[in-house]
């Protein structure tokens, strides 16, 4: 059975919103967002990683879903670094 996706704006989390930089309305403003987590050669790395680490993936339709797993847990991480950092 399919999961169902959850979206939330970062405003609506108080530990994300309050690293938004003023004046911005969202948390891909903040500097360690653009340069860790949507970076086009952070990504890189760790696409080269992943292949790395899973070579098998690369001959796997659903790499693009692996790909995006990978995406996505590199989101989390950044907003559990800043959570931690901040309390």
């Not at 967002?33 to 696409?47: D, K």
Request: net charge negative; glycine share 4%.
């Amino acid at each position: 059975m399919p999961k169902s996706l959850e979206s939330k704006c970062c405003r609506e989390i108080p530990r994300v919103d309050a690293t938004i930089p003023a004046g911005e309305s969202c948390i891909t403003a903040h500097p360690t967002f653009t340069q860790g987590v949507i970076n086009i050669h952070a990504l890189e790395i760790a696409y080269y990683w992943l292949m790395e680490d899973r070579p098998g993936i690369v001959d796997d339709p659903e790499i693009h879903r692996y790909f995006w797993t990978l995406v996505n847990a590199r989101t989390h991480a950044f907003f559990f670094v800043i959570a931690t950092i901040l309390f």
